[in-house]
């Protein structure tokens, strides 16, 4: 395994040993510990990197990150809103253990998450930064907006503006900040642009995930395919068909690689890291 994710692995079970035992505490090890791709943090460590910092220095950040996205799939994935009943090849949480527990366990991964980045060690002033935007993005003004969204243009027609607006919102911001984050820590003068190609490859993400809730392999995605159908979602496909969506894709990868590569001195890593997210079949 890259050993990044099982650094973030370790350090995820370390975070949440201490938490009060119980049924809580065992649905967010259930769902934080599940073979996620831990794509967000990837991110956030692998542009740390580029930029020549050492990403073990900001592991608690990228923690932090994968908390809010895992409690972000755990409600997803509730009978209010998805009705998802496998997710990253196991069955859901509130499936494997039962609602109160799942809706808990996702405001406990949030909590979490503020704590862990509250008491990371690092300057100050950068904290409060950092923490704000990654707050910003995965509340009411990103995530979940796009999540509100989302879910008001279940069975109802969304053109691809309104499409636009919900993915970059839902899995766009979040995905987003994780690059913003590591400028902001880096190089602020860098965020913006930063921000700019990761709601690209956000984006992007997104609709590569139209494509495959289409065409994906439920065994590898370890999630149940055909669920935008069920739940009468507009998605890019739906919209253009899967040739004009994959052709969306590429030109939005081509952009954050062209983009990426103004930007950074050693930009590889980073575009691997690109590269392997968008062609992804889990
Ligand atoms: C419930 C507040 C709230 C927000 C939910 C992000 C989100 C908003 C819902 C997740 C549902 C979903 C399928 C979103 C699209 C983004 C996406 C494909 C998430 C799955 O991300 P991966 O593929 O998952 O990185 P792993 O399991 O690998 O971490």
């Known amino acids: 395994m890259n050993v990044k994710i099982e650094k973030i692995n370790e350090r995820l079970q370390e975070l949440v040993a201490t938490s009060q035992s119980g049924s809580i505490k065992d649905a967010v090890l259930y769902s934080l510990l599940a073979p996620g791709k831990r794509l967000r943090p990837l991110l956030f460590l692998t542009l740390l990197e580029s930029y020549g910092l050492a990403s073990d220095d900001y592991l608690d950040i990228a923690c932090a990150i994968e908390m809010i996205h895992t409690y972000s799939l755990i409600h997803d994935d509730l009978p209010g809103m ?31 998450s503020i704590s862990t980045l509250l008491t990371c060690d690092m300057d100050a002033l950068l904290k409060v930064e950092v923490a704000t935007r990654l707050f910003e993005s995965s509340g009411i003004n990103g995530m979940i ?14 053109n691809l503006e309104e499409l636009n607006t919900i993915h970059l919102n839902k899995t766009g911001a979040l ?18 642009s930063m921000r700019k190609i990761g709601y690209d490859l956000g984006l992007a ?12 392999d439920q065994d590898l995605l370890g999630k149940v395919v055909g ?12 919209l253009l068909g899967l040739e004009e969506s994959q052709k969306k894709v590429n030109e939005l ?3 954050c690689v062209e983009d990426t590569k103004k930007l950074l001195r050693h930009p590889d890593t980073l575009l691997e890291l690109f590269d392997k997210i968008l062609k992804r079949v889990s």
């Open 175 to 192: 995905i987003s900040v994780c690059l913003e984050m590591a400028a902001l820590i880096a190089d602020p003068k860098q965020a913006l």
């Open 253 to 255: 990868f081509n952009q």
């Open 205 to 216: 993400f997104q609709i590569q995930d139209d494509i495959l809730d289409v065409i994906g």
């Open 227 to 238: 669920s935008d159908e069920t739940n009468q979602k507009s998605t890019y496909v739906t």
């Open 145 to 158: 907006f796009g999540q509100q969204q989302d879910i008001y243009f279940e069975n109802k027609q969304a």
């Open 82 to 112: 998805d009705n998802d009943s496998l997710r990253r090849g196991r069955p859901t949480c509130h499936i494997q253990f039962d609602e109160a527990s799942a809706i808990l366990a996702g405001d406990a991964l949030l909590n979490l």
